[in-house]
């Protein structure tokens, strides 16, 4: 299989880890993050179910893989690194009352003379549990251990251009998915059927573009269900006056780009208005106010600010830096758009901007991925913001205006420029 990346990019991943590992007095790093392991080896499988690691070493040039024994072949499959740099412990280890699989990577350390380092460890990572660090702590009595949650996914926040191109491969699958979504939305269909077609859409990909599975499923809400951001479907029909909103993200060799959208089936009431236009100024507004040298703070108070002025107060995680990743999250889990982060705003960051607004029983979501740019933004995909209409089978804003209008100083990709991010 052929790597994803020039092996100079991945020489240079590996050059910024080690920088921030000695920053951080870290002689050896110990990942558990699918999604970090991919970033600086390739790896890619859906194993992380199971304990594997990826480790990094101040005096090694080269990572070493470790895993079940039936995924080895996968490693070297998919990664760049030497046969002699992957390890793979047996299946007895799993599932059992004798034995870890982290007793393999404890023995590991100690047949390489590293038993007694400070070893970086993902103590936040979704992937290592709390039975897995009693054993490694077993194991390695003498280590010193530190927590580096975040220190990969630091590096990773600014994206190659090549990960821009897999970015917006990305994008152009989540306007598929939302295409389809929103077509299969009517009255008489259940929300399964809708959900079934948006999968098939997100795996299917957009034209020329092979799609992939989501790190988190679509969460399509419809009625009251929108009043709560992360409740998934069910088997109810539409009955063609409810306000729906959709979540989805497209995604490409594991690159994810998110998108959400509000539509509703008849028309707004005052209050669904008086939420639709509050989030679709407000997400216009904080578009326009990003660039390169403001903190996240900075942008996020923009937002506040915007729907103040419509009697909302809102201060809660406005987005958060996107890019490769595995479920069960698309989050980078590193720099948020929120009041407190101070994280400046740099060329090439990607970011997932969903502001929404939850009444008692009913919300707005309008989301978009972007990308900072030399001067401000571009949003990845190129889909109508503005919440729509959807009545008679056909779709308009809810003004009855074309569904394009609204755009923002943000650049919106022309039809010239999709062509070139989908080559």
Not at 327 to 339: C, D, G, M, V
Not at 361 to 369: H, K, L, N
Not at 389 to 414: A, F, I
Request: hydrophobic content about 35%; overall charge negative.
């Amino acid at each position: 299989m052929a790597l994803l990346f020039k092996m100079a990019e991945y020489w240079g991943r590996i050059r910024q880890v080690k920088a921030r590992m000695e920053e951080h007095g870290v002689d050896v790093l110990l990942i558990s993050d699918p999604s970090n392991i991919n970033y600086l080896s390739g790896y890619d499988a859906y194993s992380f179910y199971v304990v594997q690691a990826l480790i990094v070493s101040q005096e090694e040039d080269q990572p070493i893989w470790v895993g079940r024994e039936e995924d080895a072949g996968g490693a070297r499959l998919t990664t760049w690194l030497d046969d002699d740099h992957i390890y793979s412990y047996p299946d007895h280890y799993l599932h059992s009352t004798s034995k870890h699989p982290i007793d393999f990577i404890s023995d590991l350390f100690v047949q390489r003379n590293q038993d007694q380092r400070r070893i970086g460890l993902e103590m936040g990572s979704y992937y290592l549990s709390a039975l897995d660090y009693e054993q490694l702590r077993k194991g390695l009595p003498d280590a010193t251990v530190i927590n580096t949650t975040t220190l990969v996914g630091h590096v990773r926040l600014i994206k190659s251009d090549q990960e821009l191109h897999y970015m917006r491969n990305a994008a152009a699958n989540a306007e598929h998915a939302m295409a389809t979504g929103i077509a299969s939305i009517q009255q008489g269909v259940s929300e399964n059927k809708v959900v079934a077609d948006v999968y098939h859409a997100q795996i299917d990909g957009a034209e020329g573009i092979g799609g992939d599975y989501p790190s988190i499923v679509p969460f399509l809400l419809s009625g009251v269900k929108t009043s709560s951001p992360h409740l998934t479907w069910d088997d109810v029909l539409f009955k063609g006056d409810e306000l729906v909103t959709l979540e989805l993200a497209g995604v490409y060799q594991r690159y994810h780009s998110p998108l959400a959208r509000t539509i509703k089936l008849g028309a707004f009431t005052a209050k669904e208005k008086r939420l639709a236009d509050a989030v679709y100024e407000g997400i216009n507004e904080t578009l326009a106010a990003v660039k390169p040298g403001k903190t996240s703070e900075e942008v996020a108070n923009v937002w506040s600010d915007t729907i103040r002025q419509h009697g909302f107060e809102k201060n809660e995680r406005l987005g958060y830096s996107v890019g490769l990743s595995y479920p069960p999250n698309w989050s980078e889990n590193t720099a948020n758009i929120r009041q407190g982060d101070q994280t400046i705003l740099q060329p090439n960051m990607t970011f997932h901007l969903i502001p929404a607004l939850w009444d008692e029983d009913c919300g707005v979501e309008i989301s978009e991925t972007f990308v900072v740019t030399e001067n401000g933004c571009e949003t990845l995909a190129n889909y109508p913001r503005e919440p729509m209409v959807k009545q008679d089978m056909e779709t308009t804003s809810q003004g009855g205006t074309p569904l394009m209008e609204g755009v923002v100083d943000c650049q919106w990709n022309t039809a010239e420029q999709n062509e070139v991010k989908r080559g």
